[in-house]
């Protein structure tokens, strides 16, 4: 298992440079936003970069030589969630670090205490389990390219949700004051792992009658 996904780990690090060039960018386009955006921004993008593993073990047929050792298939299903959930924690760590470095060199809009700040990166923590949730089974199933648009499906969804909930912020805050503070914290985290939960159940069915 370990194997598996310091594999993933290993083969992703020559993506660095693309993940910093990304980082750049958000910075600068998201510098005087809303305070916690660039957190869910790079929370979301780490956590696709998943989609470069699967690719990668889809173009030299991985899954076909890994089932020849003593591998599960189980196990490698498990091991692209346990790779995605890392990309994901590693992009909110970055994204906090950036957003609190922005506040230090006197950019950004916003003054949001650190704990408000860890509230937001347990959205965003919930927004990537949403895409793990929805793009691992389709790409087990359909491989990568219909995976990429269910992401870009997803990332439809979710901006267009923005636009239609943008001006509306009394009602957004009125929802969210319900789950403030470590309750809000609890069921937000519960929604995470149970929305994994059932995607890994789907992907484990569908690796089990999937042939090679």
Do not use: H
């Amino acid at each position: 298992m370990k194997g598996l996904i310091l594999k993933d780990i290993c083969n992703q690090l020559g993506q660095l440079k693309a993940f910093a060039m990304m980082l750049v960018i958000f910075i600068v386009c998201f510098a005087n936003s809303a305070e916690g955006t660039l957190i869910i921004m790079c929370a979301v993008y780490a956590t696709v970069m998943v989609i470069s593993n699967l690719a990668m073990d889809e173009s030299c047929q991985w899954e076909i030589f890994a089932l020849t050792m003593p591998v599960t298939r189980r196990q490698l299903v498990l091991a692209k969630y346990i790779v995605a959930i890392f990309y994901a924690l590693l992009g909110i760590v970055v994204g906090t670090a950036a957003t609190l470095i922005i506040r230090l060199l006197g950019f950004g809009s916003g003054d949001a205490a650190f704990w408000e700040l860890l509230q937001i990166s347990v959205v965003g923590i919930v927004i990537a389990a949403i895409f793990i949730s929805l793009l691992l089974p389709v790409d087990f199933k359909y491989g990568v390219q219909k995976g990429r648009l269910v992401l870009f499906g997803v990332a439809a969804f979710i901006g267009g949700g923005g636009v239609l909930l943008s001006g509306k912020e009394e009602m957004l805050n009125g929802f969210f004051s319900r789950f403030s503070g470590s309750s809000g914290g609890l069921f937000f985290g519960a929604l995470a792992l149970l929305l994994l939960l059932i995607s890994f159940t789907i992907s484990n069915r569908i690796m089990d009658k999937k042939e090679f």
